[in-house]
């Protein structure tokens, strides 16, 4: 293989499980710890995981907002964090973290942030699709109320860092398309994606033996077809007797694993990566303004849910776009 144009070692810095009684200045040991060695390794940038100074704790229905409030950061660096800020800062190593926050307002957000060299957080990001449910499922195992515990972010954003463009995802995000597809528009290079995913998926059982697959199978095609970088990074192993899968992992424009997690508890996957090697598909099968044609997928930005073919408001839907798509000075 040629010498790197734009070389960036990056390291996949897994999470064991963090348990409830587990302290945060716990857990931020542990990730000083993964980040110094990541360091040791060469790394610039270390990505941790979704929600990753807490146990997972939309697995539990809370009635007493204080207890929930308590797995919140109202400000980053917090307390706990800092001396992950000033380790970072003073080795010259950035990282992204994903944590629980709530705003000066009272606004709920599963979060991550793009910490640069310096210690600055160059982006925020906060989750888009939220998974699971709002009212509490008593016959589940384990809740999953994220979506009564935080509310959608406004949307997909990058930044120019690490000598790229850089953009975040958060776990569920990495599930759907559309995801890469906005960040792609962007012109990202590089994707960031923390995430909690439980072995076992109660509304539809069938799908465990396939979580390690589809892990892996969603976000190398993100990577392919959109020609960028992807780092995607797990808090896994058994927390409060939920098993969470691990597979942390970063994969190239190619859309090839080349570098993966072994266990399911701390430890790094660390790949030395060419943000030149997007390039090669940006410019060529994924052009975008060559080959794009955004007149065909108003639908969507228009419908929500799937609508088969034959219903009414498929009909409608069918003849707006038809309008719509008709050239002004063609005869109706």
Same mark, same amino acid.
């Given at each position: 293989?040629? %010498?790197m144009?734009?070389?960036? =070692?990056? $390291?996949?810095?897994q999470?064991?499980?963090v348990?409830?009684?587990?302290?945060?200045?716990?857990? =931020?040991?542990?990730?000083?710890?993964?980040?110094?060695d990541?360091?040791?390794?060469g790394?610039?940038?270390?990505?941790? @995981?979704?929600?990753?100074?807490?146990?997972f704790?939309?697995?539990?229905?809370?009635?007493?907002?204080?207890?929930?409030?308590?797995?919140?950061?109202?400000?980053?660096p917090?307390?706990?964090?800092?001396?992950?800020?000033?380790?970072?800062?003073?080795?010259? =190593?950035g990282? #992204?973290?994903?944590?629980?926050?709530?705003?000066?307002?009272g606004?709920?957000?599963?979060?991550s942030?793009l &910490?640069d060299?310096?210690?600055?957080?160059?982006?925020?990001?906060?989750? /888009?699709?939220?998974?699971g449910?709002?009212?509490?499922?008593?016959?589940?195992?384990?809740q999953h109320?994220?979506?009564?515990?935080?509310?959608?972010?406004?949307?997909?954003?990058? &930044?120019?860092?690490?000598?790229?463009?850089?953009?975040?995802?958060i776990?569920?995000?990495?599930?759907w %398309?559309?995801?890469?597809?906005?960040?792609g528009l962007?012109? /990202?290079?590089l994707?960031?994606?923390?995430?909690?995913?439980?072995?076992?998926?109660?509304?539809?059982?069938?799908?465990?033996?396939?979580?390690?697959?589809?892990?892996?199978?969603?976000?190398?095609?993100?990577?392919?077809q959109?020609?960028?970088?992807? /780092?995607?990074v $797990?808090?896994?192993?058994c927390?409060?007797?939920?098993?969470?899968?691990?597979?942390?992992?970063?994969?190239?424009?190619?859309?090839?694993?080349?570098? =993966?997690? !072994?266990?399911?508890?701390d430890?790094?996957? /660390?790949a030395? #990566?060419?943000?030149?090697? #997007?390039?090669s598909?940006?410019?060529?099968?994924?052009?975008?303004?060559?080959?794009?044609?955004?007149?065909?997928?108003?639908?969507?930005?228009?419908?929500?849910? $799937?609508?088969?073919?034959?219903?009414?408001? %498929? $009909?409608? %839907?069918?003849? !707006?776009?038809e309008?719509?798509d008709?050239d @002004?000075?063609?005869?109706?």
């Amino acid at each position: 293989m040629g %010498s790197m144009v734009r070389p960036l =070692v990056i $390291a996949a810095a897994q999470l064991g499980p963090v348990q409830r009684a587990d302290p945060r200045a716990l857990v =931020v040991e542990r990730m000083r710890a993964l980040l110094r060695d990541a360091h040791g390794m060469g790394a610039r940038l270390v990505v941790f @995981p979704e929600l990753a100074l807490t146990t997972f704790f939309p697995r539990w229905y809370f009635e007493d907002e204080a207890e929930l409030d308590a797995f919140y950061e109202t400000a980053m660096p917090s307390p706990s964090t800092q001396p992950l800020f000033d380790d970072a800062r003073r080795l010259g =190593v950035g990282f #992204c973290l994903g944590y629980a926050e709530r705003t000066e307002d009272g606004h709920r957000y599963n979060t991550s942030i793009l &910490v640069d060299p310096q210690g600055q957080i160059a982006l925020r990001y906060r989750k /888009v699709h939220l998974p699971g449910h709002a009212q509490p499922e008593p016959w589940r195992r384990f809740q999953h109320l994220e979506k009564r515990y935080f509310e959608p972010g406004a949307g997909f954003k990058a &930044v120019r860092a690490f000598g790229g463009v850089v953009g975040m995802a958060i776990c569920n995000d990495r599930r759907w %398309s559309e995801t890469y597809r906005v960040l792609g528009l962007l012109g /990202v290079e590089l994707v960031l994606i923390g995430y909690n995913t439980p072995v076992h998926n109660p509304p539809a059982p069938e799908h465990d033996r396939l979580g390690d697959f589809h892990n892996h199978l969603v976000m190398q095609a993100g990577a392919y077809q959109n020609g960028t970088w992807v /780092v995607g990074v $797990a808090k896994a192993g058994c927390e409060e007797g939920c098993e969470m899968i691990g597979g942390s992992c970063i994969i190239a424009p190619t859309g090839e694993l080349v570098a =993966v997690c !072994s266990t399911r508890d701390d430890e790094l996957a /660390v790949a030395r #990566c060419d943000l030149d090697l #997007c390039l090669s598909y940006k410019r060529s099968v994924f052009d975008f303004a060559a080959h794009r044609q955004p007149h065909a997928y108003r639908m969507i930005v228009e419908r929500t849910g $799937a609508m088969p073919p034959g219903s009414s408001a %498929s $009909a409608e %839907s069918a003849e !707006s776009a038809e309008s719509a798509d008709r050239d @002004p000075d063609q005869e109706p």
